[in-house]
Nanobody, 119 residues
């Protein structure tokens, strides 16, 4: 069973940057597809970015050009570099992992890390 732990959230002013990390454990971690989701209070969960086993990436339109997803397989760690942050990026951010044949939303989730962007 894969387990995920996020870190790196915090408070930052508009225009600032943060890097989120998600460290995974479990024998099957290296075979999973990974991604980041976020959820703001009163809002629906939103897929932010995803990365496939071949390294291909995808992003929500709202973060394209500002966020970058990457992974370090040697460290079992997934990253989300967030630049040019906006107040509307404020949310709880979660990483998720699932077999690549299954939707990420139905995979394993971390506990979340809060990101707050002030104007």
């Amino acid at each position: 069973q894969v387990q995920l732990v996020e870190s790196g959230g915090g408070s930052v002013q508009s225009g600032g940057s943060l890097r989120l990390s998600c460290t995974g454990s479990g024998t099957t971690y290296s075979t999973y597809c990974m991604g980041w989701f976020r959820q703001a209070p009163g809002e629906e969960r939103e897929g932010v970015a995803a990365i496939e086993r071949d390294g291909s990436t995808s992003y929500a339109d709202s973060v394209k050009g500002r966020f970058t997803i990457s992974q370090d397989n040697a460290k079992n760690t997934l990253y989300l570099q967030m630049d040019s942050l906006k107040p509307e990026d404020t949310a709880m951010y979660y990483c998720a992992a699932a077999p690549c044949t299954r939707p990420l939303a139905r995979g394993v989730w971390g506990q979340g890390t809060q990101v707050t962007v002030s104007s």
